[in-house]
């Protein structure tokens, strides 16, 4: 994070630029820190250019912080979804009990912090929560949210730190990248990267040596010697891509790499054209992802929460900002598979 009143940002990866303040006489850091933990500001122009300065670009590392059983999950197939940062703007933060202000799941500091670290396929899987993107979450009421509270300024709740948060678009799932990581922060101050994402084998591939399998000891249905974990979950968003006619099955490898899924190297042809599939429909006129589905029911996450939304499904928050339920499939209407287009 730079906080500074010129505009130069020389030494900044132009994949990461750094979130810059305007600092002067009558804009401090103090006060910045309070307008970005100030209701009050969310509308603030001011405070508005400074959260634009933390873009997300095209290969850009994002984080979210998880519980063991998260990990878990995500070792069994869970897509990257919900709130989540750009790891160079928490790379300060290397404890269990600092990280734990940036977990989703409401629970208290644990011993061992986990998180995904992943890179963007494209900026407009993100949305900054803040304005008008996300204006049903900071209304929702205690009873009905898990986690801290959704400010609306774009920045996380914390009394020390100045840290810009993001969401996926509409709380969806994002394909898993290749080569995304699973990481461990023991109260040590290290850094473990546990496992590695294999995209053509959809399995995770465990790096951490015996000095560090201890870590893996309170993940639920984990042994710490299987060398590799395949994932089990199948998802619920996929990538495609297009060569000339032809649709394969595709793979991210950001910022550059969009290829073919296949097993030999050679047959990895560059794509031409990429797209994120899902489905979607409307449930009692509500906008929901269709995660799974059988004949008779269908698991829903919200796309847009807010206190009518919710009351409205009778949705439940399984993590900050994430509301699901499940409903009959027959009373899902516009129920279609949506493609989002990203520009190569």
């Known amino acids: ?13 132009p994949l990461e630029p750094p979130l810059m303040a305007p600092l002067r006489r ?12 100030s209701v009050g500001h969310r509308q603030d122009p001011v405070l508005q250019r400074i959260r634009a300065t933390a873009a997300v670009r ?6 979210k912080v998880l519980s063991a059983a998260q990990l878990a999950g995500h070792l069994a197939g869970w897509l990257p979804y919900g709130f989540c940062y750009r790891a160079c703007d928490i790379a300060h933060l290397r404890t269990p009990a600092e990280l734990s202000l940036l977990r989703t799941d409401g629970a208290g500091e644990d011993s061992v912090a986990y998180a995904l670290r992943w ?8 949305e900054i929560p803040m304005g008008a993107a996300q204006s ?25 730190d100045l840290i810009p948060e993001f969401v996926t678009a509409g709380f969806a799932d994002l394909p898993m990248p ?22 053509e084998q959809h399995g995770w591939l465990r790096l951490a040596g015996p000095r560090w399998r201890h870590l893996l000891e309170g993940v639920p249905g984990i042994s710490p010697d299987r060398e590799y ?34 097993l030999t190297r050679a047959a990895r042809y560059s794509v031409q054209t990429l797209a994120r599939r899902a489905e979607q429909a409307l449930w009692r006129n509500v906008p929901v992802w269709v995660l799974q589905r059988d004949e008779s029911w269908a698991r829903l996450r919200l ?39 990203y520009q190569l």
């Open 1 to 13: 994070m730079t906080l500074t009143g010129e505009d130069s940002t020389v030494g900044a990866d």
């Open 26 to 37: 009558d804009l401090t850091w103090a006060q910045v820190q309070f307008m970005s933990q």
């Open 58 to 63: 095209r290969g850009t590392r994002m984080i």
């Open 119 to 126: 890179r963007a396929t494209d900026p407009i899987d993100f």
């Open 136 to 160: 049903g979450l900071p209304a929702l009421p205690a009873h009905s949210r898990v986690g801290a509270m959704v400010l609306g300024t774009g920045f996380t709740p914390s009394t020390d």
């Open 178 to 199: 290749a080569n995304a990581q699973l990481l461990a922060y023991p109260g040590t101050g290290d850094e473990v990267v546990l496992y590695t994402y294999q995209p």
């Open 229 to 262: 974990v395949p994932c089990t979950d199948a998802g619920s968003a996929t990538l495609v891509g297009r060569i000339n006619d032809n649709e394969y099955q595709a793979i991210a490898d950001p910022p550059d790499d969009f290829r073919v899924r296949a």
């Open 303 to 341: 796309v847009r929460p807010d206190a009518d939304s919710v009351a409205s499904v009778g949705a439940r928050c399984y993590e900050r900002g994430v509301y699901e339920v499940w409903a009959p499939v027959r009373e899902l209407t516009d129920h279609h598979i949506a493609e989002l287009p």
